[in-house]
Structures are given as structure tokens and as C-alpha cells.
């Protein structure tokens, strides 16, 4: 069955790398070449102009090529993974998964160059011969000592950063989970006992690393393959392990590890016996790195030591160092200042952001990506996992600082709080065009009830409110299953005191809110009773009878259930003082810009008089994201060229709007290609009444807009925020089920925000 299941993952992982195109990587293009004047720019005579200006001044080839965002992973395939010395073309498909890595996390452009050539020195002279194309060099998968020669000489004759990943970046995930398993372990660097098997660039480049974080040279104890490096050894030295020979009559692993603290392995497997992690000091720390099979096996370690704490390089146990925790955020950071090196003073930076981050409370795209596994900071969550989104914010602008105050970086950040916003807004897609909302909702403290205050969403919302926000959070939702899943998820908020809870079972003003619900529906067939069970049972009612009340600013819903069920609620119970739903609005957010949508959901086939109320609505709605609204009335007819009924309702509707001076721009009706298309339109309709593409979408019908909104969101990469319910004075809105714990944390910023700020 073992053989089964192997050659399924084996076949698997081919056609993954295989299929639908072969390889990992391919090139697009970032600028358009769609005709003779295109080519002229691209090309001959255009390019001349760039050409020149970089010859005038070298560090112009950041705004004219993509250097500055180029980083080359070389690699002669001498030690790949744990597959030894396989040649440079095998090791073409783990150089393509790193330049991977770098693009999904950080962004960062990347070529892999493959080198047939095992002499450092000359290696050495290809790489350097390389610096005019990239901004930064990633070596990867060099044997030692090999790899520290061509590093050394690398950094010592390029004026870009060099960084060998299997070094610096091993070192840098194991020093930040070194601090942690301190933390943890309640001990310091400068106490404790290390016990490291594994000679390579990896070992040297950990124990390295610890010495600058404070462990004492005396206090590091270095085995290989021939037992421990001590002074006097001939096998197998080079200047690398001398560094760390000890005065010793000891030969053997076995005879070093009495009263170790920390055993590093980055050797093989079943290296460390249980009975060696017996000899160990209390609650050890055993980081046993080797791939694919650890030193020793988190199960084997912990039945000779319960309290151990325990890293490995496998995902299937907890804390695995991992590189790509450092490596995209430490080149994003030293590509955005032009530094010229990486320097010590960068890499424990990287160490100290990666480290705290840990420590902080576990993000909801983490929580998601691991669902299942415990994320909160303790023995089994030493260092954050690599879908944390937080990371690209924290360790990039960490290592930018760095690089500034020691000198190294050739361009200037001068506000790094905008800076990280920026980071974070490649990660957190919807984080720069909500920057606007967030603001404004900053200058007000509105308290918002959650309907689904168990969902495990609404609670890390909640908790981000709490973190990020001057809003209140109100959930409502049972105490014991509120606070359990808090406690699973790894939150640290909890009810009563963090935030207000209701309980529907047993709440000391459950009378008053049913009472006050019978009041308002008691003419709509709705007795004492009824009303009664309703509010034991019905967290959308309970919610909005909150918000009736005046204990509530706004109500958010929807979490689960269908949409116009929790519609009639809000409607018949928040629908006064000239309030009700005229609608609601999606912001898609695409690679190219955001792009509105509505009705979505409120009405099916809207009036005309309804299609008015949602374009006045949608405009109003769009300038709060500090967006200059360009609504565009769709149908399947267009500029009166087709009788039909969306199109009648539409040009109704459009009289509607003419019949009034606007403040916004719209046009129609029209196909959706001529709103997104202005030569499109001009063609079509010549002299309209704005210039661009819309980015407002209005259709007569639900259907239409709904189905937009789904296509965009599941096969256009669109993410949403919203819908917003618009008519509603914020009193209330209802996402979908869909909505992930970010979008509910874009909602309560939304209707965190007073009606008066935005008209």
C-alpha cells in the first residue's frame, strides 16, 4: 500500500510540473505591443532613448528595465535538497519552484540560471559577470566549502546584494525559532549549551548566526559524519569547521550531548537517539532540520522527553524552518532601498520581525491556509507559517530600516509607515483601496453586532477590530462556544472582556428585545409567542432589533443563510425614517483596478424609479473609497439600438437621472464592453458623457449582476468587498457566505463609518 501511495505522489508531482504547460515559469510582457507605434517604443528607435539615459546615469535602469525587481537564483546543482550533487539541468525544476516563491510572496521577479561549472573561482566569475541584468543574486544549492567561495568572492566584487539562501536564510528561520524556543524554555543565549550535527553551509552558516545572537563560542559542539570537529582533526576540515573545533578529549556525539539545551541537526536521519535526548537538559529544544527524514522523530523525542521542544524542515510536524519565511521578504526589502550587500545587521532584523511575528496573534489567511493545525504561540508555534500575509509588511520594511541606518542602501525611505501599507497592499489585495474607508471610520467609534458571532470569522474579525480599529465589536452567540472557539483558534480576546456578548438562550434583556420585536411586527402577523421564540432563536432579528434600540450603530449578517432571509428581517425592522434597500454594491477588486457592481441581490428586476435609486446610491457609495464614480447602465440593447425590456427600463431610468444636474457621470444604456471600452463606445456612440472606462456597472436585472460578480470573483481573480446594502443609513448589511475574515474586518470599517461623512 506504501508503494501505491508513493508512486501516486510520485506521478502526481510530475504532472504537476508537467502539465498544463511544461515548467513552473513562463515571461509576459508589461507593456502593450499592439501595433507599429508600440514596436517603435518597444523597440527600435524608442528603446534608444532609455539606452541613453541609463549610460548617463547607471541607476535610471530601475525606472527603465526591471532590474530593480530582478533577482537571478543561480545554482551547479551540487547539493540539491537532499539529493546530493545531480548536475545543474537536473536542478532546474527546484531553481524554477524558488523563482516561484518569489513572485508569490513577495512579487519579486525572478530568472533561474542553471551553470555548468563545479570550480568556485570560475563560477564565481560567471555569476559577477551577471550584475548588469540583476538587482540581486540568490545561490542555491552549492556544495560547501565551495558555496563560501563563491559567496565571498561574489560580495566582495558586485555591487548588489548576494545572498546563498541555503546559508543565510536556514539560518535566519533557525535563529528566529531559536529565540522563540527561549522564550519559551525561559533561557538565554549566552547560557546555553548547543549541540549541532552537520558540518555543511547550513550548520556553519546556524552556528554562525547564534554566535551574533549571543551563544558563546565555547559552548557550541560540532559533530559530522566523522564524530566531533576538535582541535587537532585532520578528516574532512576546512577553515569553516575549524572555527569550531573544541579543546576536547570527547570523539562522539554521544559523549557531547550530556546537558545540551539545544541540539541542531542538519545531517540524516536517526542521528539523535531518544536515549541522547534523555541526557539533555530540561524541557530540551531538539530542531532536527534533515530532509526528508529528521534526526530524530517528534513521537521519539517526546518519549523520553514530554515537555521537548521540537522543529523540523517537514510539514507534516510542527515549527518547520522553512526558508521561504525569510528569503522573498529579505531581497524585497534590500531591492526597495538599492542595497548594496545584505549585511548582518539586515539578517537579524529579518530574525527579530520573524521571530515577533510568532509571538503576535495568528493572522485569518494563516488560520485558513492551516486549518486543523494550532497557531497560537507556544511549543508547537515557534515561527509563523509562510502563508502568514503579515510577513511581507514586518520583515521587508524591517530589513529596508536596516540597510538604511548601516549604510548600505542607495535610495531613501522616508515614510515607512506608507511604505508598509504598500507591502501589505500587495498581499492584502483589498488593504490600498480601503484605506480611505479605514480612515474615516477612524474618526467616529460605532458599536457593530455581529449576527454569527461563533463563526470562527467573525471572531478574528472581531479580534482585528479590537487590534486595528476604534470600533466596538458586539457578537452574539452562545459564551461556552464562543470562548472555546477563541481559544481554538488562538485568539486572545475573550467575552465580557473583550468585547459585548449576547447570549440568545438566556440574556437578562431577552425581554425587552422581545417585546420591542413584537411591537414592530405585530401588524404583520406577529404574535407574543412568535415573537418569543424569534428572539431565541434568530441572531439576524436580535441584531437588528439592537440596532432598533439604539444598543447598536450597524448590523453585519449573512455569514450562512440566504440572502433575502435576512433581507426581510432588516427591512421590516430597520425600514423606517425614510429608510430602505435600494440595492447592493460589490466592489470587485482586479488586477488592473476596482470595478462596482449592483443590485446584486435586493431586486430581481428593478423599476426604473429602483435603477435610479441605485445609480444615485452606487455614486454616493464609490466616493467614499476616494473614487471619482463612472456608472455605466448595462443592457442588451444598446443606445436605444434594440427594443427590449432591460433596455426600456434602463433608458426610463437613464430620463430619471436627466431630469436633475448630477454630481456624478453615468451614460447608457449599453453592452458592458462599450462601458469598459472607450474607442469601443466612440464607435458606437460618439461625444459621451464621460471619458475612460466605467467603473460602475449597473443591470436591470439581479441575474445579470450577480452572475458578473460571481464570474469575476471565481475565474477573474476578483476579490470582494460587500456587498454593501445600500438605503439603509448603515444601518445594517448582509454579506455572503463567501466572505473570508478580512472582508468582514472591510465591512465593519465600512459601516464603522458615520452616514454624515459621506453624505
Request: net charge negative; proline share 6%.
Amino acid at each position: 500500500m506504501d508503494d501505491v501511495r508513493h508512486d501516486n505522489a510520485r506521478q502526481a508531482a510530475l504532472n504537476y510540473h508537467e502539465y498544463p504547460k511544461p515548467g513552473k515559469l513562463e515571461i509576459r510582457a508589461t507593456k502593450p505591443l499592439a501595433n507599429g507605434r508600440d514596436l517603435a517604443l518597444a523597440y527600435s528607435p524608442g528603446v534608444a532613448e532609455a539606452c541613453l539615459e541609463i549610460k548617463a546615469d547607471p541607476a535610471t535602469a530601475r525606472r527603465y528595465t526591471s532590474r530593480g525587481n530582478l533577482v537571478a537564483v543561480v545554482s551547479n546543482g551540487t547539493a540539491v535538497l537532499g539529493l546530493g550533487n545531480i548536475g545543474a539541468l537536473a536542478s532546474k525544476p527546484v531553481m524554477e519552484g524558488k523563482a516561484v516563491l518569489f513572485k508569490k510572496f513577495a512579487n519579486i521577479d525572478c530568472f533561474d540560471i542553471e551553470v555548468n561549472e563545479s570550480d568556485p573561482y570560475k563560477l564565481a566569475e560567471i555569476v559577477c559577470a551577471l550584475e548588469p541584468t540583476f538587482g540581486a543574486i540568490n545561490l542555491e544549492d552549492i556544495k560547501a566549502p565551495d558555496c563560501f567561495i563563491v559567496e565571498a568572492l561574489c560580495r566582495e566584487r558586485m555591487n548588489i546584494p548576494v545572498f546563498h539562501d541555503d546559508q543565510h536564510g536556514t539560518a535566519i528561520v533557525v535563529g528566529a525559532a531559536a529565540t522563540n524556543a527561549l522564550h519559551v524554555a525561559g533561557k538565554k543565549f549566552e547560557d546555553i549549551k548547543i549541540v549541532s550535527t552537520g558540518g555543511g553551509a547550513a550548520g556553519i552558516a546556524c552556528l554562525n548566526m547564534l554566535l551574533k545572537l549571543g551563544v558563546k563560542r565555547e559552548n557550541v559542539w560540532l559533530c559530522d559524519i566523522h564524530g566531533l570537529v576538535y582541535e587537532g582533526r585532520e578528516v574532512d576540515m576546512n577553515p569553516q569547521k575549524e572555527a569550531f573545533a573544541q579543546a576536547s578529549d570527547k570523539r562522539s556525539l554521544t559523549e557531547v550531548i550530556d546537558g545540551a539545551d539545544l541540539f541542531l541537526g542538519l545531517s540524516g536521519p536517526g542521528v539523535l537517539k531518544p536515549e541522547m535526548v534523555a541526557r539533555m537538559t530540561r524541557q530540551p529544544i531538539v530542531f532536527a532540520l534533515a530532509n526528508p527524514s529528521p534526526e530524530i522523530t517528534p513521537d521519539d523525542a517526546r518519549s523520553v522527553a514530554p515537555d521537548v521542544i521540537m522543529a523540523t524542515g517537514r510539514s507534516d510536524f510542527p515549527n518547520q524552518v522553512n526558508n521561504v519565511l525569510c528569503f522573498p521578504f529579505i531581497f524585497r526589502g534590500a531591492l526597495d532601498v538599492g542595497a548594496t550587500t545584505i549585511n548582518d545587521e539586515m539578517e537579524l532584523a529579518c530574525i527579530e520581525g520573524i521571530a515577533a511575528l510568532a509571538r503576535a496573534t495568528t493572522s485569518a489567511e494563516a488560520a485558513a491556509a492551516y486549518k486543523g493545525e494550532q497557531l497560537t504561540f507556544g511549543p508547537e508555534y515557534l515561527i509563523p507559517k509562510p502563508f502568514d500575509p503579515r510577513l511581507i509588511g514586518v520583515v521587508a520594511s524591517a530589513v529596508a530600516r536596516a540597510a538604511m541606518e548601516t549604510g548600505v542602501a542607495t535610495r531613501e525611505i522616508d515614510d515607512f509607515p506608507a511604505y508598509r501599507r504598500k507591502l501589505e497592499g500587495s498581499v492584502f489585495k483589498s488593504a490600498l483601496i480601503m484605506r480611505p474607508v479605514f480612515q474615516a471610520a477612524a474618526t467616529a467609534e460605532r458599536r457593530i453586532v455581529f449576527a454569527e458571532g461563533e463563526d470562527e470569522r467573525v471572531l478574528r474579525a472581531a479580534n482585528a477590530m479590537i487590534e486595528e480599529m476604534t470600533d466596538k465589536p458586539i457578537l452574539i452567540g452562545r459564551p461556552e462556544v464562543v470562548e472555546a472557539r477563541c481559544e481554538r483558534a488562538g485568539l486572545p480576546i475573550r467575552p465580557g472582556r473583550d468585547f459585548d456578548l449576547v447570549n440568545p438562550e438566556n440574556d437578562p434583556r431577552y425581554r425587552d428585545y422581545w417585546e420591542t420585536f413584537h411591537e414592530l411586527m405585530a401588524r404583520k402577523g406577529v404574535s407574543p409567542d412568535i415573537a418569543r421564540a424569534v428572539m431565541r432563536t434568530n441572531t439576524t432579528a436580535i441584531g437588528a432589533v439592537m440596532v432598533h434600540r439604539g444598543e447598536a450603530d450597524s448590523l453585519i449578517c449573512g455569514t450562512f443563510g440566504q440572502y433575502l432571509w435576512h433581507l426581510n428581517y432588516i427591512r421590516d425592522l430597520l425600514g423606517r425614517e425614510g429608510r430602505h434597500p435600494v440595492g447592493a454594491l460589490s466592489l470587485m477588486i482586479l488586477e488592473d483596478g476596482p470595478l462596482f457592481i449592483a443590485d446584486t441581490h435586493v431586486h430581481t428586476d428593478p423599476t426604473p424609479a429602483q435603477i435610479f435609486e441605485a445609480v444615485t446610491g452606487a455614486a454616493r457609495h464609490v466616493k467614499r473609497f476616494g473614487l471619482t464614480p463612472k456608472i455605466a447602465l448595462c443592457a442588451s440593447s444598446q443606445f436605444g439600438n434594440l427594443n427590449c425590456e432591460t433596455g426600456d427600463r434602463m433608458r426610463a431610468a437613464i430620463n430619471l437621472l436627466d431630469a436633475a444636474p448630477r454630481d456624478f457621470c453615468y451614460e447608457g444604456e449599453m453592452h458592458i464592453d462599450s462601458a469598459l471600452d472607450q474607442d469601443l463606445r466612440d464607435r458606437i456612440f460618439p461625444g459621451g458623457r464621460y471619458d475612460g472606462a466605467a467603473n460602475v456597472l449597473i443591470f436591470a436585472n439581479s441575474d445579470a449582476a450577480s452572475g458578473v460578480r460571481n464570474i469575476l470573483k471565481m475565474k477573474g481573480g476578483g476579490l470582494e468587498v460587500g456587498p454593501i446594502l445600500m438605503g439603509m443609513g448603515n444601518k445594517a448589511h448582509i454579506v455572503t457566505p463567501s466572505i473570508t475574515a478580512r472582508g468582514l474586518l472591510n465591512m465593519s470599517a465600512l459601516a464603522g463609518t458615520p452616514v454624515a461623512h459621506y453624505g
